[in-house]
């Protein structure tokens, strides 16, 4: 994973044609960039020249850039199923957030 002014990127290697391709992969449901090179180098100049042009072309445009996801999410439980998993959480010998986080990644690799 590269990282860059917040943007993170997945990079595979595609080895039919010795190339490195990287995607942006934190900023909604499509890439707002890819890139790609023939060294590890040249994959970073080309993820930081991406970046750089994408935000350009926002200001240019006037269009406010698609931002890269926080990691932070604020979610509305209600009262009776935050006092429920407020329970499991604690019977479970967990934080409220590391057990909400612990189930969301469970559900999300099935």
């Keep these: 994973m590269m990282k860059y002014k917040g943007y993170a990127a997945e990079v595979e290697y595609d080895e039919s044609v010795g190339r490195l391709h990287g995607r942006v992969v934190n900023s909604g449901s499509y890439p707002i960039a890819t890139f790609e090179a023939t060294d590890v180098d040249g994959l970073r100049h080309e993820f930081h020249r991406s970046i750089d042009e994408y935000l350009v072309s926002c ?11 926080s990691g932070k999410l604020n979610v509305r439980l209600g009262p009776d199923l935050h006092q429920r998993v407020s329970r499991l959480a604690a019977e479970s010998g ?17």
Aim: proline share 7%; glycine share 4%; charged share 35%.
């Design 59 to 69: 200001h240019e445009d006037g269009v406010e850039p698609r931002k890269p996801f």
């Design 94 to 110: 967990m934080s409220l957030n590391r057990w909400i986080r612990t189930a969301l990644e469970e559900r999300a690799s099935q």
